[in-house]
């Protein structure tokens, strides 16, 4: 098989929930669609061609490893490399086919659950892998050093979110509670991201030698105001899907103490109120219905970001 | 180790599975995974009738039944997400290990999330070893994916084994101008790392020379930014018969389900 290590973010069917995936499908639907437009306006009649290209050459990058530690490899997933060399819309549609490719003819992943696979492993990580590494140029301006630090930065957190995404969408069908899905994930996952930097900033700094030019491609890409506001949007809607369980620490204890102390449901009513009082009616556990609410309010926060995106972009054209 | 295994998965054959139109397969495929998905944890005689299905289909396809079964444990490792089902889920105890209680519930519901996603991997399986993959495409256009996307994919495929191939002559090179010692590896962490690195945006330069060549070929030959397709013919009388029968069957299954 082509990446053994990275085939932890390839969720198989079964392990998601029939309305986690098609979230997951309608989201991916979304971006693509709207990168399609994007990337057609920013390379014209290149599009199919160069696209395909970098599709089967992400494929193929993903077998380059090298030796880590105790017979472990260090991986590319490539989302972030692809969004910093060609944009972050044209890094969606690359890594949305070579997910999909993976899935159709290796059954890397699963069919109904390849929509929130291109959520997890190309969508988040392009758009995370984007906005840092635009955040750390901006911060420490041009040069190798600064493209280097961002290129790692941006990479490494890219797999963080993907795996924390995947946490999640498994806590949410009920496959693993989040207390301990979000830990295992983020946590195997700093190790593995960390092979994900160093490949990236060792592709970087070959590029940087070797072809500066090619560099600017994603610096120019289009959309970028379009970008940060799908970036903006999924940091924070992360930031709180992530945070909400640490927050409380132990949630069904935090539940426990809201009830000894009388105020259970009312204390976060307002925020779950949107979803019949405190949890989603179809999920029977109640720390698995939170969770449930929290990541509904997650895709809600994503998809008022990706609307405001569009507006933007619309007052733009006009 | 050199680990690329990219085998086109298609096996040649003319069954009635292979004859099927891809439009046909794909929604059964996806209607199957469904299926298997929305079932109940514990729903036994459901599984093992889906299980008969998909077996069933494997005969169809003259592969044999054991054909996907011997494949289809690819997704196995991933049960390690689900593992703690049994001792999380609250319910009546089954066996306790040190300060931990397995519950029924748990181990219903953790062996429930193994079984769908096997029945599924099978049926996969069979569709990608019983459609030849630009039939695959072509169903995904009939089936109103957009057409830009299904182009890219088209030409990822194309240029998919070219690009093995030079990630394959890269780590070759790289393993002939490497020593090699009893499970060690020379340098530093960082130094493999970029390494490998190197080699990747080795690639990513010849991706790109190879997509200005190809780009330009095509315009030579008249490519105007869109790939042309032949007008499609409509569903053929066996797919539309084998497309509610099995439609009938899910749903029977579901009917079993979610009521016995």
């Given at each position: 098989?082509?990446?053994?290590?990275?085939?932890?973010?390839?969720?198989?069917?079964?392990?998601?929930?029939?309305?986690?995936?098609?979230?997951?499908?309608?989201?991916?639907?979304?971006?693509?669609?709207y990168a399609?437009r994007q990337?057609?306006g920013?390379?014209?009649?290149?599009?199919?061609?160069?696209?395909?290209?970098?599709?089967?050459?992400?494929?193929?990058?993903?077998?380059?490893?090298?030796?880590?530690?105790?017979?472990?490899?260090?991986?590319?997933?490539?989302?972030?490399?692809?969004?910093?060399?060609?944009g972050p819309w044209?890094?969606?549609?690359?890594?949305?086919?070579?997910?999909?490719?993976?899935?159709?003819?290796?059954?890397?992943?699963?069919?109904?659950?390849?929509?929130?696979?291109?959520?997890?492993?190309?969508?988040?990580?392009?758009f995370?892998?984007?906005?840092?590494?635009?955040?750390?140029?901006?911060?420490?301006?041009?040069?190798?050093?600064?493209?280097?630090?961002?290129?790692?930065?941006?990479?490494?957190?890219?797999?963080?979110?993907?795996?924390?995404?995947?946490?999640?969408?498994?806590?949410?069908?009920?496959?693993?509670?989040?207390?301990?899905?979000?830990?295992?994930?983020?946590?195997?996952?700093?190790?593995?991201?960390?092979?994900?930097?160093?490949?990236?900033?060792?592709?970087?700094?070959?590029?940087?030698?070797?072809?500066?030019?090619?560099?600017?491609?994603?610096?120019?890409a289009p959309a970028q105001t379009g970008a940060r506001w799908v970036a903006v949007g999924?940091?924070?809607?992360?930031?709180?899907?992530?945070?909400?369980?640490?927050?409380?620490?132990?949630?069904?204890?935090?539940?426990?103490?809201?009830?000894?102390?009388?105020?259970?449901?009312?204390?976060?009513?307002?925020?779950?109120?949107?979803?019949?009082?405190?949890?989603?009616?179809?999920?029977?556990?109640?720390?698995?219905?939170?969770?449930?609410?929290?990541?509904?309010?997650?895709?809600?926060?994503?998809?008022?970001a990706f609307l405001a995106a569009r507006l933007q972009r619309r007052?733009a054209n006009? | 180790?050199?680990?690329?295994?990219?085998?086109?998965?298609?096996?040649?054959?003319?069954?009635?599975?292979?004859?099927?139109?891809?439009?046909?397969?794909?929604?059964?495929?996806?209607?199957?995974?469904?299926?298997?998905?929305?079932?109940?944890?514990?729903?036994?005689?459901?599984?093992?009738?889906?299980?008969?299905?998909?077996?069933?289909?494997?005969?169809?396809?003259?592969?044999?039944?054991?054909?996907?079964?011997?494949?289809?444990?690819?997704?196995?490792?991933?049960?390690?997400?689900?593992?703690?089902?049994?001792?999380?889920?609250?319910?009546?105890?089954?066996?306790?290990?040190?300060?931990?209680?397995?519950?029924?519930?748990?181990?219903?519901?953790?062996?429930?999330?193994?079984?769908?996603?096997?029945?599924?991997?099978?049926?996969?399986?069979?569709?990608?070893?019983?459609?030849?993959?630009?039939?695959?495409?072509?169903?995904?256009?009939?089936?109103?994916?957009?057409?830009?996307?299904?182009?890219?994919?088209?030409?990822?495929?194309?240029?998919?084994?070219?690009?093995?191939?030079?990630?394959?002559?890269?780590?070759?090179?790289?393993?002939?101008?490497?020593?090699?010692?009893?499970?060690?590896?020379?340098?530093?962490?960082?130094?493999?790392?970029?390494?490998?690195?190197?080699?990747?945006?080795?690639?990513?330069?010849?991706?790109?020379?190879?997509?200005?060549?190809?780009?330009?070929?095509?315009?030579?030959?008249?490519?105007?930014?869109?790939?042309?397709?032949?007008?499609?013919?409509?569903?053929?009388?066996?797919?539309?018969?084998?497309?509610?029968?099995?439609?009938?069957?899910?749903?029977?299954?579901?009917?079993?389900?979610?009521?016995?």
């Open positions: 098989m082509i990446h053994p290590s990275v085939a932890y973010l390839h969720i198989p069917d079964g392990f998601l929930s029939l309305a986690v995936a098609g979230l997951g499908w309608l989201f991916a639907t979304a971006a693509i669609g399609l990337t057609r920013q390379l014209g009649e290149k599009q199919i061609p160069l696209m395909g290209v970098l599709a089967a050459f992400i494929f193929a990058a993903q077998a380059i490893n090298f030796p880590v530690a105790g017979g472990t490899s260090g991986h590319l997933l490539g989302g972030t490399l692809a969004a910093i060399v060609m044209a890094a969606v549609l690359i890594m949305t086919s070579v997910i999909g490719v993976q899935a159709l003819v290796f059954q890397d992943g699963g069919l109904l659950a390849l929509g929130s696979n291109i959520v997890n492993m190309g969508i988040l990580t392009a995370a892998g984007h906005l840092v590494y635009s955040l750390v140029r901006k911060v420490m301006g041009a040069g190798r050093r600064s493209l280097l630090a961002a290129g790692a930065v941006g990479a490494w957190l890219s797999v963080l979110l993907g795996a924390a995404a995947a946490a999640i969408e498994l806590a949410l069908s009920g496959t693993s509670p989040l207390k301990i899905a979000l830990p295992a994930m983020v946590g195997t996952h700093v190790l593995i991201g960390l092979g994900e930097a160093l490949i990236t900033v060792g592709a970087l700094g070959f590029l940087y030698a070797a072809r500066r030019d090619l560099l600017s491609i994603g610096e120019t999924l940091g924070l809607a992360l930031g709180i899907a992530a945070l909400s369980p640490l927050a409380s620490g132990d949630p069904d204890g935090l539940n426990r103490v809201a009830a000894d102390l009388g105020f259970d449901g009312r204390a976060l009513a307002p925020l779950y109120e949107i979803f019949s009082g405190y949890g989603l009616p179809l999920v029977q556990d109640p720390s698995v219905s939170k969770v449930a609410a929290v990541g509904l309010g997650t895709l809600i926060v994503f998809g008022i007052r006009a | 180790m050199l680990h690329i295994n990219l085998a086109d998965q298609y096996r040649r054959g003319t069954s009635l599975i292979h004859r099927l139109d891809p439009r046909t397969k794909i929604l059964a495929v996806l209607l199957f995974i469904v299926t298997a998905t929305i079932l109940p944890a514990g729903a036994w005689l459901p599984y093992g009738l889906l299980l008969a299905g998909a077996l069933l289909a494997a005969q169809a396809s003259g592969l044999g039944v054991g054909f996907a079964l011997k494949r289809s444990f690819v997704a196995l490792p991933f049960a390690l997400a689900a593992i703690t089902l049994p001792f999380t889920v609250p319910g009546q105890p089954l066996a306790h290990l040190s300060s931990l209680t397995i519950t029924v519930e748990g181990s219903l519901r953790f062996l429930s999330i193994l079984i769908k996603s096997w029945l599924s991997v099978q049926v996969a399986i069979l569709l990608a070893v019983t459609t030849q993959f630009h039939e695959l495409l072509w169903g995904m256009r009939e089936l109103r994916l957009p057409k830009p996307l299904v182009s890219i994919v088209s030409f990822m495929y194309r240029y998919l084994f070219v690009f093995a191939d030079e990630a394959l002559r890269l780590l070759r090179a790289r393993a002939a101008r490497s020593g090699q010692g009893e499970g060690k590896s020379g340098g530093g962490l960082l130094w493999r790392g970029r390494v490998a690195g190197g080699m990747v945006g080795n690639l990513t330069l010849r991706a790109f020379e190879r997509s200005e060549r190809i780009y330009e070929a095509m315009v030579a030959r008249g490519f105007q930014g869109e790939i042309k397709t032949l007008i499609s013919p409509p569903l053929t009388d066996m797919d539309r018969n084998v497309l509610v029968g099995w439609v009938t069957y899910l749903a029977m299954l579901l009917l079993v389900g979610f009521l016995f």
